[in-house]
C-alpha cells in the first residue's frame, strides 16, 4: 500500500464535495446523527484537529490484542496485528481495516491528515516512505480518537490461498470450530480489487479464503493440514485447469504462530517427497470479494471441480 502526496488544490475539492453534501464534516454529520458524547477534551482532537501531548495516550505503549475502533461513532479502524512501535510518542499503525480510513490534505498544506471514513473524526496523520516496517507507511494515530475492543480470547482469523476460492471455502465452511469464511483477495499490490483486475493478473493478489475460527475448538495445525490437503501444493501459479499469479498457493500467517506451523507442514510434506511451491507470507489487508463469491458452490448446489481432498499426513 502507497501512499501519495496529495496536490493542494485537492483541499478545495474536499471543500466543495463539503459543500455538496458529498463527503461529510464531523461538524455536519454531527447535526443529525447520533454518536457516542465526547469531553471538552476529546473536541479539541477529534473535532478541532488537535494533536495530544506525545507518550501522554492510553494506547502509546498498549499491546493487547483487539481492535481500535473511532471513539465518537464506534466504527472499526485499525486491527491490534497492525500496530507497532515507532517511537513516536502515538500509537502506530502501518495499515488499516479496508475502506476505514480517508485521507485528505492537511491544512498545513504538507502533511495527510487521516479521518474517520464513517464520521469524518479527526485521527491523526499517515506517513510513508520512513521505513519503519515492511509495508512503509506509519498511520499516527491520537490515542483519544480511540476506543479499543478487546478480541475474544479464542477467536482467530486464518488465511489461504489455494487455487479458486470457491473450492477452499466449500472444504472450510462446515468445519467444526469454524465460526464463519469469507473469499476475497490477498497479498497484491492494488486497493479494492475487483474480480476482473485480479483475472486479468493486474494486481498481484491471490484468491483467498479467510477463516473465523475457535482455537478451542479447532487448532490451526489442523486448518493448515486441511489446507494442504484439498489442493496441490506442488503447482506452480495454477491449480489444476485454473492458471494464473491469482490460483497460486499460499499461507498468509496472522502471527509467528501460524508461520511456524505452516513451514513445519511444508517440511514434513517436502520429506515425504512432495515438491511443494507453496508460498508463506505475512498477512495482509484482506479484500473481500464480490457477494457472488461468497459460499459460491452452496448457493448453487454444486460441488468443486478443481479440488478434491487427498490424504497427505
Not at 47 to 62: A, C, L, M, R, V
Not at 185 to 194: F, L, R, V
Not at 262 to 285: F, H, P, Q, S, W
Request: hydrophobic residues 30%.
Amino acid at each position: 500500500m502507497t501512499t501519495k502526496k496529495l496536490p493542494a488544490v485537492f483541499g478545495l475539492a474536499a471543500a466543495l464535495l463539503v459543500s455538496l453534501g458529498i463527503f461529510r464534516s464531523p461538524e455536519v454529520s454531527a447535526v443529525d446523527k447520533k454518536y457516542n458524547p465526547l469531553t471538552s477534551e476529546e473536541e479539541k482532537v477529534i473535532i478541532d484537529k488537535g494533536t495530544e501531548k506525545p507518550f501522554s495516550g492510553k494506547y502509546n505503549k498498549f499491546n493487547e490484542a483487539g481492535i481500535y475502533a473511532c471513539k465518537r461513532c464506534g466504527a472499526e479502524l485499525y486491527r491490534s496485528s497492525d500496530k507497532f512501535d515507532s517511537a513516536c510518542g502515538w500509537p502506530s499503525f502501518d495499515d488499516e481495516i479496508a475502506g476505514a480510513i480517508t485521507r485528505v490534505p492537511d491544512q498545513d498544506g504538507v502533511r495527510t491528515e487521516i479521518i474517520c471514513s464513517n464520521c469524518g473524526s479527526h485521527l491523526g496523520h499517515v506517513f510513508a516512505g520512513e521505513k519503519l516496517t515492511d509495508k512503509n507507511i506509519r498511520h499516527c494515530v491520537n490515542s483519544i480518537s480511540l476506543n479499543f475492543i478487546k478480541t475474544k480470547k479464542n477467536v482467530r482469523k486464518a488465511y489461504f490461498a489455494g487455487g479458486c476460492f470457491w473450492g477452499v471455502e466449500y472444504y472450510f465452511q462446515n468445519l467444526d470450530g469454524v465460526a464463519s469464511t469469507k473469499v476475497g483477495y490477498m497479498g497484491g499490490h492494488e486497493n479494492n480489487p475487483t474480480y476482473a483486475e485480479v483475472s486479468d493478473k493486474k494486481t498481484g493478489h491471490a484468491e483467498t479464503l479467510g477463516v473465523t475460527y475457535d482455537a478451542s475448538k479447532v487448532s490451526y495445525e489442523t486448518l493448515a493440514k486441511l489446507f494442504f490437503e484439498i489442493h496441490d501444493p506442488t503447482q506452480k501459479n495454477r491449480q489444476g485447469p485454473d492458471i494464473g499469479e491469482q490460483y497460486r498457493s499460499a499461507v498468509f500467517y496472522a502471527d509467528n504462530e501460524q508461520k511456524d506451523t505452516a513451514e513445519k507442514l511444508i517440511n514434513i510434506l517436502r520429506e515425504k517427497g512432495y515438491d511443494v511451491v507453496t508460498e508463506v507470507a505475512k498477512a495482509g489487508t484482506f479484500w473481500p470479494a464480490e457477494d457472488y463469491h461468497q459460499r459460491y458452490y452452496e448457493k448453487n448446489k454444486k460441488q468443486p471441480y478443481c479440488h478434491v481432498r487427498k490424504k497427505r499426513f
